[in-house]
DNA sequence: TATGAATGAGTGTTCATTCAT
DNA sequence: TATGAATGAACACTCATTCAT
């Protein structure tokens, strides 16, 4: 199966450090097949055509992203807790990964309206897990009960995903993940009960 | 002075209507001159490049867009209030033209990363009105006094932008102008004191 | 008007000489563009695509052809006569365009079967005249009343252009209009009456 | 001897139905390779190349075309039954095999002139049968002394050639093999003495 | 000012062929 | 013999920008 070849992978990661590098509009597929070590050709081996590499990458990082996430979360009882582990996991994932940082929060969304419909596809499973947890906190009697959980789900990702934009836009001179707490406390304080 | 001919704005507006409608990448000049009814070459009178184009769009647009915001808000007192005028206004106004809402918040962002840096430049004048009320709130004891000025901004530019956005790529489904209230509770629990 | 433009003709012209120098294969976009004396992309002022130029040479080239043609027979009376005019303005007008000549017999012929559907169309009004010549000598008690005018054009037409092919296989070696009288008398036999 | 081996015929069977069903242009070695039910790097052993497998497809069934026309004709005395011996199989042997029609009267046609210089090498023997009955007829008194052989063998193959073409282009709809009667007499008359 | 014909740089993808196994 | 993963050369077309009128 090509998606468990070696080169699968390699394409991917020579993918996130030339975007990172050149920018979308000059990541060449010939440069990313240079940078993978491989003939342009053998690009076409694994991957459909350009874009379905830039999808898979999403798919990939993404997926490991939220699958590390869920792990994290998946002992803690609390909903704030678990909202906690998840703004200080993301920013400390992206942190660990300036290129990749640089991709997903600036380079992939110049990208056409096309490719990122089928980006936020890919999305949609992080934002499932962000409103599972609201859900279970108002259940729990931790958030409010007539809290809104798409206008909360918003207000998390749209915090979330501001703050690591500012910060990369910055060139990532200060400490994200230091961010995490405060960024919490705001959070919570809209979502808390009483 | 090029800014005050009629044909300047005039270039403008017919570059709103082209992208709306065709998406940022086929978005072509000559499509913009045509739309404008003027011919390709006096484009270049008006505008450096095209890309000149999209920054002036932006700033005549955002421009404009902040004026009203702060005449609506000068006469309030209360931070809250000033607050939920400014996500009110927001919504109301992307809401009242659908084709601005799409180029801002979809097709303008699959810009070069120099493109969105300059656009950047003309958010800064929002962001510091967002901050002034962030500020105000502080210094009057409605908000709470340790809040992280930059973050709660990132908050609330977040917040609005992730739920506009959104709206948008619901292709306008519901009312955006309705979620002013709640949104604005959301934010404002986030930032008050106690 | 693009097709009345010296350009249009222009392009062409380069496309019979680059086609004839190098072959179908190698009658890349960019040289037929240097032979014109223009930029690659005004080609695509021009012509909608590379096929376009093709199919447009065939049709100028080819209805200049038929047009000359009928012009030499529409005086003359009798059919068997026609057709000599037109074998013999054929083989003339051909040895005048040596380039043509291999363009039309070699070199169109390694198109796709979509372009030579579209060329065949054009043909269509070069074989129509020869069905005419047909009915006339058929009316005219010159050729036989039983003769098939579909078989007949079919030999006609397939002898004039096996000859033409052959002589430009042979590189143009020999005298190709002196060959007009033997081949009408051969083609002529072959319709005649008793 | 490669040429013995049965994977050399299987190969020219799977080319001759590759072409045919998907066009010259869309018959690549690698689907040759999976219709001969081979390794593309199996092909190599067989043929030195591409073209080579072009060209063996038609010496092999070009040859023994020839080969079934002259065993047809050899008993025959008279020139004239002899050619419409060798009309009445040609037309017999495409009738019966379609996919063989495409691919000689239409597909191969497109491959390069340098291919097509080969595969002429190939109908020399077939045009040399041809030239051997006129031959034959003008030395025994059926043609005309003056015929010139040459137009003589360009009339009949190309007539042959032109009436199998319509034929193909046409889809094949009507009865080509009843062609051969009337096509014979419209080429005896115009070789016939008196 | 205004025009619009002309320019020419830039790139994703295919497929015949090779060669290590 | 047989395999099939890997190779890399080759090219049509778009569109922002210019400049002679």
Redo the contacts with the bound molecule.
Sequence with gaps: MKRN?P?FMQIIEAAVIVIAENGY???????I?KQA????????????????ILVSLFQEKMGSFIEKIQKEIEGISSASEKLYMLVKKHFELLSADHHLAIVTQLELRQSSKELRTRINEVLKGYLRVVEQIINEGIESGEFRSDLDVRLARQMIFGTIDETVTTWVMNEQKYDLAALAKPVHELLIRGCSAS
Excluded: C, M, R, W
Aim: aromatic share 12%; glycine share 8%; hydrophobic share 30%.
């Design positions: 070849s080169k509009h000059h990541a060449q597929v010939s440069k097949a070590g491989v003939a342009d050709g053998t690009i076409y081996l694994y991957f459909k055509n350009k874009e379905d």
